[in-house]
């Protein structure tokens, strides 16, 4: 089991910057793969970026390519989402997830463990 919780949304400027974090408890946490996926009022969930246990693999939705990076600190338990030139799209509520494998990390129903959620409001 693993227990995931984010942290670090809120309001922001378009261009502007934050960083999401993810604290997870349980066991072997440097064993899962992380991802973390945004959902828009009345849209549906979608994937944002995905990281492999050991840290050699990344992925990305095109929508945010080179202005988001995921990173993790496997001595810490969490995962990271450092999230630059905002835009008002961005705007939705985040969610980390975690998973054994890394194959189809940009599939919902590849995860097993998911958290709360985070608001990410990004004004215009």
């Known amino acids: 089991q693993v227990q995931l919780v984010e942290s670090g949304g809120g309001l922001v400027q378009a261009g502007g910057s934050l960083r999401l974090s993810c604290a997870a408890s349980?066991?072997?946490?440097?064993?899962?793969?992380l991802a973390w996926f945004r959902q828009a009022p009345e849209k549906e969930r979608e994937f944002v970026a995905a990281i492999n246990w050991s840290d050699t693999r990344t992925h990305y939705a095109d929508s945010v390519k080179g202005r988001f990076t995921i990173s993790r600190r496997n001595a810490k338990n969490t995962v990271y989402l450092q999230m630059d030139s905002l835009k008002p799209e961005d705007t939705a509520v985040y969610y980390c997830?975690?998973?054994?494998?890394?194959?189809?990390?940009?599939?919902?129903?590849?995860?097993?463990?998911w958290g709360q959620g985070t608001q990410v409001t990004v004004s215009s």
């Open positions: 349980g066991r072997s946490f440097s064993r899962y793969a």
């Open positions: 997830a975690a998973d054994v494998r890394y194959s189809d990390y940009d599939s919902l129903d590849h995860y097993d463990y």
